[in-house]
């Protein structure tokens, strides 16, 4: 069948839109990244080039999930030595030697659903935290109106940090009275002293006062707990002083809220739990099904991973739990760890280290010596 030759054109354009559209979300899968790694020069110079640019794909695919997914991004520790499986293409843009290290610098094209998805398949699950209440957020800055949702930011990171479901709302909605009948967490506050040029100053800056007060009722009936505080800012402009003194009222005055008292831990609360001697991501994993079945544990979180100079890694796991450090030192202690031997030393009201060490890394036991696959060591 001949067709018109301005339908066929326009049938052209309708099939070449379907394509570009049906290609689009393939192509969004990968991410252009660009990173660099060092190592030290070898006499093997072929080993030490395919050292440098394994690790400058290790921190293509890390840098690519901390845009993609930040919430995951120190879960990256899991893939190991895969990196490259998640690197469809690469180009080198940069190779020297500088004071003996040889530095390699790359543009890495990295398929970042494919390293997040392989991520979310290799976790442990941890228990479900369905049912458990929203926390209502609720932010009245008087005179700064443009500066509350730098507090609900703060609020809403630190909630969902201790595994809180959040629900973003208005300041009469966290009132007492209100419909609300869960957790409430509001912040009243109001500008101290009118933004003003200071005088004898050069430049000439402006100064800016905020106070306010956080507060927190588990439900309609609990008495409100609460924190206040002030804070105040120099800058060359009035909104740029304003924007310094709302900064200690955010996260630094609502964590003496979430602290004192383990209040936050009524409603979910957590305990940072600092780790250290996780070598394999098969002994992450050991541990990791090892915390989620600890009493009162009801969601595991994988923090962040922190390097030092000598090499050691510390890794952070955030239990959202309401139980104390005490009575999580005291299961950890009891829960065997087949391989592992354990030192548990609390650090605070919220905070444990655990130091895990192979048992074949330590020495045989004597004839007298009980054996015991964990430890505890006394703060």
Sequence with gaps: ???HPA????????????LLGLASPAAAQD????????????????????????????QAVDLAVEQAAPEVRGRTYLLGARARDFVPSYRIVEESEQDGRLVLKIVAQVDVTQVIKELQAGLPKSKRSDGR??????VQLIGADGLADAL?????????????????????????????????????????????QVRGTS??????????????????????????????????TAEAALGLAVAPLGRPLLGKLAER????????????????????????NKLWKALAALPGVTRVELRRILQSDSGDEQVHFQLTTTATTETLGTALYRTP?????????????????LDCVPAQELPSASPDSPSSTTESLAP
């Design 31 to 58: 991410m252009q990244i660009e990173s660099s790694a060092q190592v030290a020069v070898q006499e093997d110079a072929a080993k030490a080039r395919s050292q440098a640019l394994s690790e400058a794909m290790r």
């Design 133 to 138: 209440a929203k926390v209502l957020v609720c």
């Design 152 to 196: 609900l930011t703060d609020a809403k990171e630190l909630l969902m940090q201790r595994g809180q479901l959040v629900e973003l709302g208005t300041a009469e909605q966290c009132r007492a009275g209100s419909a609300w009948s869960g957790p409430r967490l509001s912040f009243e506050g109001n500008v101290a002293a009118p933004a003003g």
């Design 261 to 284: 008292s383990g209040l936050l831990g009524r409603v979910g609360g957590g305990v940072l739990l600092v780790t250290t001697g996780l070598r394999t991501p098969q002994v992450m």
């Design 1 to 3: 069948m001949n067709l």
């Design 337 to 353: 760890m087949a391989g592992l031997r354990v030192q548990v030393v609390p650090l605070g009201p919220a905070t444990l280290r």
């Design 203 to 236: 430049p000439r800056l402006w100064s800016a006062q905020l106070k306010g007060r956080w507060q927190l009722a588990v439900d309609g009936t609990a008495q409100v707990q609460s924190e206040a505080g002030e804070g105040s800012g120099f800058a060359e």
């Design 7 to 18: 339908v066929s054109r326009f049938c052209q354009g309708i099939s070449l839109a379907l």
